[in-house]
């Protein structure tokens, strides 16, 4: 079960503005990729469960996050159905991110207080999200819709919380474009875990990326408020 309540997990994702998500066959390297972003601040990381075996890798990353990444909430991505989330839950998942918004999906996590986020992209899967008790949605591709969608959205509900994913990338300007228009926080793969980064296992290089991204999405928003 989760580490972390889902009041904690939403705190840690809107304190550190990122959500870095990965997925690789090999556990060694899944490591190396979470350990690299915790040294640079991230305390919340999406392990995106899209190969076979994904369990099992999983459950090993969370034993591995439990006992040498303290404070760390490692949640699971890309869940497409309420049986997924039920068995990732019982992992240790301490949130779910959906790629579309699934009602049994928002069941199964609402049973054990289970932060998720769903993958909406009109105003109205994001009302229907939130009355299902929802605090955040997970907008994807983010880059299909621009900054200017959230924009629009926070118009005539400034209450919603949106986390841009697909095509953020670790710099000021790209960053600010997201903050400026809204966004609480961003969720970020192969913009900040390139294929570079695996293929060298430069891990220094992503601990320093996840830094710095960090830090630009805390002094931008100091600059907003």
């Not at 090999?26 to 076979?52: H, P, W």
Request: glycine share 8%; proline share 4%.
């Amino acid at each position: 079960m989760a580490k972390f309540s889902r009041i904690e997990v939403i705190n840690k994702m809107w304190d550190t503005g990122l959500v870095p998500l990965f997925y690789h066959n090999e556990l060694q390297v899944v490591k190396n990729v979470v350990k690299a972003c915790y040294d640079g601040g991230a305390r919340v990381f999406e392990f995106t469960s899209r190969g076979d075996f994904a369990f099992e890798i999983f459950r090993d990353l969370s034993k591995y996050a439990l006992v040498e990444l303290p404070g760390m909430a490692l949640g699971v991505g890309s869940v497409t159905d309420a049986a997924m989330a039920s068995n990732y839950i019982q992992l240790g998942a301490n949130f779910i991110i959906t790629p579309v918004l699934r009602e049994d999906i928002a069941v199964v996590c609402n049973r054990t207080k289970t932060l998720w986020s769903p993958g909406c992209g009109t105003l109205t899967e994001i009302a229907k999200a939130e009355e299902l008790g929802c605090a955040m949605v997970k907008l994807f591709p983010a880059e299909i819709y621009g900054p200017a969608f959230i924009k629009a959205v926070k118009g005539p509900q400034p209450w919603t919380e949106i986390m841009p994913t697909g095509g953020v990338s670790p710099t000021e300007e790209s960053l600010k474009s997201w903050l400026d228009a809204g966004a609480r926080c961003v969720g970020m793969g192969s913009q900040l875990i390139s294929k570079e980064i695996i293929k060298t296992g430069d891990y220094t290089l992503l601990e320093n990326k996840t830094r710095f991204a960090i830090n630009t999405i805390k002094s931008l928003k100091s600059v907003v408020k």
